[in-house]
């Protein structure tokens, strides 16, 4: 599990460094702007609808997940999605 946590830290650290230098490459403008908004609202809904599978899967089922787990799941999720989303606005923006 601590490996996992410093695979983690690192992923966030050079995702931070990337960002600064995309930013400064591409320019930070309006668009990007947008793109994070966007980004934003779609992870959102990915975490709704990540809310309601684990609603079913802990209502209908006999699993069992401990709350600090569930919030990491959560988050993951959460920043993930929005990770993912801004990469793909960003590259069919500029390309």
Do not use: C
Not at 55 to 66: D, E, H, M, Q, R
């Amino acid at each position: 599990m601590k490996i996992l946590s410093l695979i983690g830290f690192i992923a966030m650290f050079l995702a931070y460094l990337f960002s600064g230098r995309y930013r400064k490459k591409k320019g930070y403008d309006e668009v990007y702007e947008r793109n994070s908004q966007k980004a934003q609202a779609f992870s959102w809904y990915t975490m709704l609808a990540t809310i309601l599978f684990l609603f079913w899967l802990f209502g209908f089922t006999s699993a069992t997940i401990g709350i600090i787990p569930l919030l990491g799941i959560l988050m993951f999720v959460h920043i993930a999605s929005w990770g993912i989303a801004l990469i793909v606005m960003m590259t069919y923006t500029y390309s």
